[in-house]
């Protein structure tokens, strides 16, 4: 039964946001998916549940009591499997207790790699460095050091304003056309906002 509803679901293009929200809407869930995205077989409903009880407690799975396991097992059996399974993000087999991520699931990952994942992105590390650049010039225009008093404290406030405001809109930018699937590069927004023809 859950099978053939995961086939009619993996006609479907994409999932709607109403289906991604609500996949992700609560925590147990999203650590399931985060541990299935890790893996490229099928995994037990055991493993999963002592995976996720893990993940929740904050230890090693050597370390979790029965309660715990059990009270993480009976909720993804009875709840969070089938409602994935019913969207068509997993391949849920109850019979053998087995679990697996379909295409659709590719989806969500958008969406966990932002609320699971305790990776710094390369844009905290930018910003990090472009504040730190523009601490420095500031306070080498301040000592009116040969070539730094060549430009006024306005010219300096206009230069560290204007690069936030542009690194702030390709920023958006890539955000956005990463969600829809684009080419979020350089060379693509460049394309884009017509500086660059694409043959």
Not at 24 to 38: D, G, K, M, P, V
Not at 98 to 127: E, H, K, M, N, Q
Not at 136 to 157: I, K, M, N, R
Request: proline share 2%; glycine share 6%.
């Amino acid at each position: 039964m859950s099978v053939q509803r995961v086939f009619v679901n993996e006609e479907a293009e994409s999932l709607s946001k109403d289906d991604i929200y609500s996949m992700l809407s609560n925590r147990r869930r999203r650590l399931a998916l985060s541990y299935l995205r890790q893996t490229e077989d099928k995994v037990s409903v055991r493993d999963l549940s002592k995976e996720v009880a893990a993940m929740e407690n904050g230890i090693d799975r050597e370390e979790l009591t029965y309660k715990q396991r059990k009270r993480v097992y009976t909720s993804l059996h009875q709840t969070h499997l089938p409602k994935l399974d019913d969207v068509g993000v997993v391949v849920y087999d109850r019979d053998r207790g087995y679990i697996s991520l379909t295409p659709l699931a590719a989806d969500l990952d958008t969406f966990l790699d932002g609320t699971t994942d305790r990776r710094i992105s390369s844009w905290s590390v930018y910003y990090l460095g472009l504040s730190g650049l523009s601490l420095l010039v500031v306070g080498l225009a301040w000592t009116d050091l040969f070539p730094f008093s060549l430009v006024s404290d306005l010219g300096y406030a206009l230069l560290v304003s204007l690069t936030f405001a542009v690194s702030a809109a390709v920023h958006v930018y890539t955000e956005r056309v990463s969600l829809e699937g684009g080419d979020p590069s350089v060379s693509g927004f460049l394309t884009d906002v017509g500086l660059r023809d694409d043959d």
